[in-house]
Structure formats: structure tokens, C-alpha cells
């Protein structure tokens, strides 16, 4: 199986966090968890790749929420909500490139956050950019999101990807 450019980015990045957590830290913040947690971010941006709605609800607890938060030049910030229900019934989207990177990920017995800066292309153009922040819960045996908050920025305020512009499409004017 091809691992994708944020897991591999994401290992690298826990793997080197890791050797700077103290001894006692570590008992619990193993590199399986962290991958466990990281796993289910991959999947999530995998689904909102894809517009696949109803695989992203799948990944929620029944009462999570996505929250967008977008700047607006000269009226402050607008911010929207949707439950994991509306989330589901949301209308299949045509397909973007949404990439995280350099994510930091805290974790607590059952809770995780990860934050995870990414850049958004759509239509072949780069859109916007800004940070990911994803609250999951473990239930049972499954990390599950239970808030995904997103900032729309654009530039200078974020930045793109590190890799630069994705494979056949063009950099920004």
C-alpha cells in the first residue's frame, strides 16, 4: 500500500517529537497512538478530498461538529457549524487537494487534538490555506472526531504546502 505524503511527513515529524519527550511522557504517548490518531486525520482529509460527506460523518461521534472560520477584511470573523448529521446529507462536491503538514498532535488518556496547518486547491487553483484542528475521543477501541475547526485564510496569512504546487497544476500569479 502507497503511503501518502502527509503520513510519511506525519511519522517523520512524531518520530522526532518523540525523542524529546521525557521517559514518563512516553509510557503513554507511544508512536502507535500517535499513528492511530494521525490515521484517522488522513482518512478525514482523504474523505473531504473526495467530497465524500457521508465517509467524513462516519468518522464522527453522533454529536460532533465541523466549524469554519473565515476572515473577512474589513467585517471580522464569519464562522459556520454543521452537526455530523448535516455534515452526511451534504451534497457530494467535486473532488479538491486539500494537504496538511508539520502537524502537532497532544494527547491525554481518551483525547487527542491535532492541528495541522494545510493549503486547499480547487479547480486546478489554489484556493486558500490555514490551519486544521481536529478534537477526537476514543470510544471503545476507535478514535473518533468529535470537533474539526477550520480557518479560510489567504496569504501572506498561511502558506502553502511545502512540497509546493501539487503534481500538473500551475503555481499561483
Known sequence: MRRSPLRSALLLTVASALSAVPLRAQTYDTVAVRRAVLAVVDSALGYINTGNMTGLSDMMTADGQVYAARERVGVGGAFTMRTAAAQRVTAQRAPIIERGFNPTVHLAGTIASVWLPYDLWAEGKWS??????????????AWRI???????????????????????????V
Open 146 to 172: 468529535v470537533n474539526l475547526t477550520y480557518t479560510i485564510e489567504q496569504p501572506p496569512s498561511c502558506r502553502m504546502h511545502p512540497d509546493g504546487v501539487p503534481p500538473g497544476l500551475k503555481p499561483p
Open 128 to 141: 486558500h490555506c490555514g490551519i486544521d484542528h481536529f478534537t477526537l475521543v476514543k470510544v471503545e477501541r
